[in-house]
């Protein structure tokens, strides 16, 4: 009981730090400038809704008494998997998109002029091998780390606190409070996806510890997380600004009143923060990869995740071989309906979990 404990607090420390870097660097900056950049607003709200919703869901998988795969069973091979997919491939782009903004952030900030293909090798090997080793194992990595990720978190914000004002935050909820519910609904994949992946790692030994404070508690720690991160970025630029730039938040310090040798922690910071969006790709793609072989009833997660990394690999390759505005498409799809794809196998898997407990009821 103590070892299954331990494992599911392991997965929950790695899906903490999959919504913490999936909500601050996952979003593009170029969404928030329509009106007012009120992400702030819309991507706390999406983690709290994601996390009162995973919360529901985590109780009724529990009253079923089966794992997550084993809910789409009853379904049958063919559609369980079907119903499978959606998921598997909302954390395959959850895994790819942070570490994409990363690797770009590197080639213009701390690898100035190097190859693509170069920086990419940097990253990848590690990530892939964690994801190889599975979710629990990427778990214990970011036990070790996520205070040295939060700290530096903390400490970029500190520094450039002298250069906040209120005046950025101009005009309020200037794209209006529908546009700012609905970009929180939109943003809620990026929440959705790795909390599901809680449950999906939550074997048979598992699920009495499988509890709404499961997915409430790392919902509101990480809407926490991105509050202050977002609202950071909003004091620090104004919204027209952010269209160009790809990760503002390792540049807010350079707009303090106070310069000096310590402002230049940017690249320190963005190598620490690389640490966190390795550890959530590979849990990501971890969680991507258990979800596909527990459907298929395969012995063994590694094949699985050798094939994610495949697909993550080529994902990231992709964009180098295909025109930017294609690339822009893409993703503005994704980001703008992409709550669909998880929600389609929760809500597949709770049907099946009521089902399930009516018949133990009966």
């Known amino acids: 009981m103590k070892k299954a404990r331990d494992g599911l607090r392991s997965v929950s420390m790695a899906a903490l730090v999959s919504l913490c870097v999936c909500g601050v660097f996952g979003p593009s900056p170029g969404s928030f400038t329509e009106g007012s950049n009120t992400a702030y607003i819309s991507v706390p709200l999406a983690a709290l809704v994601s996390g009162a919703a995973g919360a529901a869901l985590f109780a009724l998988f529990r009253s079923g008494g089966k794992t997550f795969p084993e809910l789409l069973d009853p379904f049958g091979r063919a559609v369980g998997t079907a119903l499978a997919l959606p998921l598997a491939l909302g954390l395959l782009f959850c895994a790819v998109r942070p570490l994409s903004v990363f690797i770009q952030v590197l080639h213009r900030l701390v690898f100035d002029g190097a190859v693509f293909a170069l920086i990419q090798a940097f990253v990848l090997p590690v990530t892939f091998f964690m994801a190889a080793k599975g979710a629990s194992s990427v778990g214990r990595t970011a036990l070790v780390l996520a205070g040295v990720i939060g700290l530096s978190f903390a400490a970029n914000m500190v520094l450039a606190a002298p250069g906040f004002d209120a005046y950025r935050l101009y005009a309020g909820l200037g794209e209006g409070a529908g546009q700012t519910l609905s970009s ?171 089902r399930e407990r009516r018949r133990k009821r009966a």
């Open 184 to 354: 929180a609904l939109s943003y809620s994949f990026f929440f959705m996806t790795p909390l599901l992946g809680i449950a999906v790692n939550a074997g048979e030994g598992d699920l009495r510890g499988l509890s709404h404070r499961s997915a409430l508690v790392p919902g509101v720690k990480a809407a926490a997380v991105c509050f202050a991160a977002h609202i950071s970025t909003a004091l620090s630029f104004h919204p027209a600004m952010l269209g160009d730039m790809i990760m503002p938040l390792c540049r807010i310090a350079f707009v303090s009143p106070k310069p000096g040798a310590i402002y230049r922690f940017d690249k320190v910071f963005v190598m620490i923060w690389l640490m966190g969006a390795m550890i959530s790709a590979a849990y990501c793609l971890a969680s991507g990869a258990r979800l596909v072989s527990g459907v298929l009833g395969a012995e063994s997660d590694l094949t699985a995740a050798l094939i994610f990394c495949a697909l993550a690999a080529g994902l990231l390759f992709l964009p180098l071989a295909l025109p930017a505005g294609l690339n822009e498409r893409v993703r503005f799809i994704i980001e703008r309906y992409g709550a669909a794809l998880p929600a389609v196998t929760a809500a597949a898997a709770a049907v099946s979990a009521f």
